[in-house]
Each structure stands twice: as structure tokens, then as C-alpha cells.
């Protein structure tokens, strides 16, 4: 992942977060490299990690944020990990492209 949080795939992207739950506001913060050298998006969300609401909450935020249908995003790997793999259908070069956008 050479600085980007994502991996573009033939049917669309697979995208690496670190999750924040029980915020105070749903937000995109930005890019983190990592100690190991990988690199995720850090994502807050006001939702308790309870039963799967964190996880809706972000797909929820993300679907908006890239323009994209809650049913393109499914949750990959990390069901109850602060580390999360989505995987988003559609385009992967415009999918990169929003996601440069909303960064």
C-alpha cells in the first residue's frame, strides 16, 4: 500500500480503516501510516461499537462521503476490529478519485 489506504481491484477498491467509535461526531480524519508501515483512513464515528451500529454507522458515512449506495460497501474483514477492510464495487479509478476528493 505505497502511502495510499486503499487497492484498487478489477470490480473496485478494497479500503483499509482504523475506526473510532463513541465520538463525539462522524468524521473522515485523514491518512495515518502506521507503526508497521501500513497505511489506513481514520474514521470517527458517534455510534457504540454494540451489535454492528459502529460498523453501519461507517458504511453509512462513507457511502455519502464517496456518492456510492450503502448496498457497493461491504464490510471485508474486522467485524469487531478497530482495523477494518471495506470493500467498495464500482469503478476503481473514479472510486480512488472521490476518495483523493473527500482527503
Do not use: C, H, W
Not at 39 to 52: E, S, Y
Amino acid at each position: 500500500m505505497a502511502g495510499q489506504p486503499y487497492r484498487l481491484g478489477s470490480d473496485g477498491l478494497s479500503l483499509f480503516l482504523r475506526v473510532t467509535p463513541n465520538a463525539g461526531k462522524d468524521a473522515v480524519e485523514g491518512v495515518e501510516t502506521r507503526d508497521d508501515g501500513t497505511v489506513v483512513l481514520r474514521i470517527r464515528v458517534k455510534a457504540v461499537p454494540d451489535k454492528g451500529k459502529a460498523n453501519a454507522a461507517v458504511v453509512t458515512l462513507l457511502a455519502k462521503a464517496l456518492g456510492v449506495p450503502k448496498t457497493a460497501i461491504t464490510l471485508a474483514s474486522g467485524d469487531t476490529s478497530r482495523f477494518k477492510t471495506l470493500a467498495i464495487a464500482g469503478a476503481p479509478e473514479a472510486l480512488a478519485a472521490r476518495l483523493k476528493a473527500i482527503l
